[in-house]
């Protein structure tokens, strides 16, 4: 992972999880036993994984945790919540209005782009999206 100047970094590996809690192509955060939730990777282990302090993880996990979508077991672990995938795309749609989407728009008038334009690039890379799942 590499991490950007302009988002503190337990914020930039909070957004990292959710996003790998969304995606889940490996099913990594799927539970095997409908009755119990997923399990997501201890503070120690994301910590080796990204080459970050334990702290700054504990930081995205509180993070994680103040939104709702994860929980922790004491002495077992932190879990994915039931309804965490929902709060990570709300919580990601929000940011994504409030924070990416008007220098999205800003780019745009400074190019003299149009909606129209964005809906074309956005249709042909769903298309190269949806090629690149089939294979």
Known sequence: ?????????YLQIAE?????????VSG??????????????SIRETAEDLGVNPNTVMRSYSFLQELGIIYNRRGIGFFLSADGRKKAVNWKKDEFIRVELPEVFKTMR???MKPDDLMVLYSEYN?????????
Do not use: A, H
């Not at 990292?16 to 889940?24: A, K, S, V, Y």
């Not at 298309?127 to 294979?135: F, G, L």
């Open 1 to 9: 992972m590499e991490f950007k100047d302009k988002k503190g970094i």
């Open 110 to 112: 400074l190019l003299d």
């Open 127 to 135: 298309s190269k999206e949806e090629k690149n799942e089939v294979k």
């Open 28 to 41: 990594e955060f799927s539970s095997n036993d409908s009755d119990e939730d997923p399990r997501i990777p």
């Open 16 to 24: 990292n999880l959710m996003d790998r809690f969304l995606e889940d």
